[in-house]
């Protein structure tokens, strides 16, 4: 625990990944850990949206200053059970609405390769703080791509498990039909380590599912013959970084290599998504985020008036720029005379897209693609763009609509001037599948150099 | 439809006091979002069953019987405003 906040003294200043830690709780705790126990000891960062008993979880909002846990998620309650140590809360963007950690309402996190650069998001402080090596893991949430994208940016892997995979019990809602937690690790058995005590049918989440939970690390090791890996030529699109191009098209060789056969494949409604994400996302947020009403817990407006008045100003105060925004778009899409034009219609395109999916693995066991379709931005690039920041999400987003696994694992580099970023190579793998997709990753890994690299930092 | 939007008016039905400046900013950058949305109505959705969550729903049940949760002490611990045991919030009834 010492040598772990020494590290995180050193170089948070920079890095910025990190809302809060409790120290003299975690070293109690390390000093009672059972190392027989599979996570031992381990210290485990969380974003700030999970919620551990007694600590803050503010979804980086001012709406939740000053909150303390009353119980933990259940993934905390499953991570202690392995004996994990659930240390420090990481940032994000606020409510997990955005993709650059720059809606954080109390600081941006920076990239560790770059710190003029983005971290990605939403789950930014999470991925930087595993790639800075100031923790050994991390968890996230994925509503649209907020675990894969930042994985991906920061160098790291990151794993969004089927929808249904992991109980959501204790994280805060954003898109009750999208969200899902998920491992940010530096190697993809670590993925697996962590999959294994998080997954798992929960009583007090009736969206979870009681598939059986495999060992996640059993297939590692295991040749590619015999396994066919989607290419989707949607995904290969103009605009595509030429580096990010470049090296995701040299990882489908080297599966190649491997002895996996490569198929191109079609997912005919890939161009919809990013409209279908921000009308289903929206409306779900403004629904859930309705209970931020400054009654139970949480920021209150002083001197209100009426109901009304304490409802409006609570909210208005409470809540920043880009969560009004979706609330805005939420509400709207899902008022009267809208429902149908809006909502409904991206429910069916959701299906479409979801059919895709389907078709696709029909023929496939996996599909290989990109995770960002550029490598990191620079800090406020985008700020004042929100259509533009949206679509940062192009290729992650369909994964969530369609309810399937994904992960990012780092692929190379982009050269820009002296500089490099890195980049992730995206693998989707069917529902509750994810032994097969963690197989699958585990072998290019093993194979190539790219999970040894670390950022230069002090 | 994109022309009727109205950010004024759906602020007031999510509960949000926005400053004018915001107002005018929204009305703005929604109305491009919206027209970026407004997409979706080129895709043939004839006959397509509206996907509401991707796993199947089932109810789920189990015995009635009382369960060890929050005590309300617990649960008022986080309240901007309270007393005896109760939330407090402004006068909402004339």
């Known amino acids: 625990m010492e040598t772990l906040e020494h590290r995180i003294a050193e170089v948070d200043p920079l890095v910025r990944g990190y809302l809060s830690r409790d120290f003299d709780s975690a070293l109690e705790l390390a000093k009672k850990a059972d190392v027989s126990l599979p996570l031992g000891g381990v ?58 950690t720059e809606n954080s309402s109390f600081h941006a996190t920076r990239n560790p390769w770059d710190t003029t650069r983005i971290p990605g998001g939403s789950s930014g402080g999470s991925a930087a703080v595993v790639a800075a090596d100031e923790a050994f893991a991390a968890l996230g949430s994925d509503t649209g791509g907020s675990i894969r994208q930042p994985a991906a940016l920061c160098g790291v892997v990151g794993l969004k498990p089927t929808y249904g995979r992991v109980s959501r019990f204790g994280l805060v809602a954003f ?119 400054g009654v139970r817990y949480g920021h209150r407006a002083a001197n209100t008036t009426g109901l009304l008045d304490h409802y409006g100003r609570t909210r208005a105060e409470g809540f920043g720029q880009e969560v009004k925004r979706r609330i805005i778009l939420g509400t709207y899409v899902l008022s009267s005379g809208y429902y149908d034009a809006y909502y409904l219609t991206a429910q069916k395109v959701r299906t479409l897209i979801r059919n895709d999916f389907t078709t696709a693995f029909e023929k496939v066991d996996a599909i290989v693609c990109p995770t960002t379709a550029e490598p990191a931005f620079k800090i406020g690039e985008r700020s004042n763009d929100p259509l533009k920041m949206y679509l940062a999400d192009i290729f992650t987003i369909a994964t969530n609509l369609a309810g399937i696994c994904g992960m990012s694992i780092p692929c190379g580099f982009a050269n820009v001037g002296d500089r490099k970023f890195p980049i992730g190579l995206q693998l989707l793998g069917k529902p509750f599948d994810e032994a097969n997709l963690l197989k699958i990753a585990h072998a290019y890994e093993q194979s190539t150099p790219w999970h040894k690299q670390r950022p230069q930092l002090p | 439809m994109n022309s009727d939007f109205d950010v004024r008016y759906t602020a007031q039905l999510a509960r949000l006091t926005l400053s004018e400046e915001e107002i005018e900013k929204f009305q703005s950058q929604l109305s491009q979002v919206l027209k970026y949305v407004e997409k979706l109505r080129e895709v043939d959705t004839t006959g397509v069953e509206p996907t509401a ?32 045991g109760l939330f407090v919030v402004t006068k909402v009834i004339e």
């Open chain 1, 175 to 293: 898109a009750s039909s999208l969200d899902q937690i998920g491992p940010f690790t530096k190697t993809v058995r670590d993925s697996g380590l962590l999959l294994n005590v998080i997954s798992g049918r929960d009583p007090r989440d009736s969206t979870s599912l009681d598939n059986p939970v495999p060992d996640y690390t059993a297939k590692l090791g295991q040749d590619l013959k015999g396994v066919k890996i989607g290419m989707p030529r949607e995904y290969f699109i103009e605009g595509l970084d030429p580096g990010v191009d470049h090296a995701v098209r040299a990882a489908i060789r080297q599966y190649e290599s491997l002895g996996a056969e490569i198929v191109e494949i079609s997912l005919p409604h890939t161009d919809h998504a990013v409209g279908v994400y921000y009308i289903i996302a929206t409306a779900e947020a403004s629904a859930n985020l309705a209970r931020f009403d």
């Open chain 1, 43 to 100: 210290p485990v960062a969380i974003k700030d949206v999970i919620n551990v008993l007694g600590e803050p979880c503010t979804c980086a909002s001012k709406i939740l200053a000053g909150y303390r846990a009353p119980y933990d998620a259940t993934v905390i309650t499953k991570l202690r059970a392995a004996g994990a140590i659930p240390y420090g809360r990481t940032n994000m963007d606020e409510f997990a609405m955005g993709s650059s």
């Open chain 2, 53 to 84: 969550h991707t796993n199947p729903i089932y109810n789920v049940f189990r015995e009635d019987e009382s369960r060890d949760w929050l005590t309300a002490e617990q649960a008022l611990a986080n309240a901007p405003r309270q007393a005896n």
